[in-house]
């Protein structure tokens, strides 16, 4: 059937080796972050993508030197 399979409630890392196993596709749960709020999410994703943008100039900038 060629569908993705995503495992919710993730909470401890023998379920994760246990889907890996199972070569599950994607997971969620407690594992990997607890609940966030959008506020917090967005924050976290903007916090992400200036940091990927600087990380990025910084590397350039070395590269030039």
């Known amino acids: 059937l060629e569908l993705n399979v995503c495992a919710e409630g993730i909470e401890q890392k023998d379920q994760l080796n246990f889907l890996r ?18 506020e917090e999410i967005t924050r976290l994703f903007l916090f992400y993508v200036i940091c990927s943008m ?10 030039e030197l």
Do not use: N, P
Not at 21 to 38: H, I, M, R, T
Not at 54 to 63: E, M, S
């Open 21 to 38: 196993e199972l070569k599950c596709d994607e997971g969620q749960g407690y594992l990997f972050s607890k609940a966030v709020s959008a």
């Open 54 to 63: 600087f990380y990025d100039y910084i590397l350039v900038w070395t590269i």
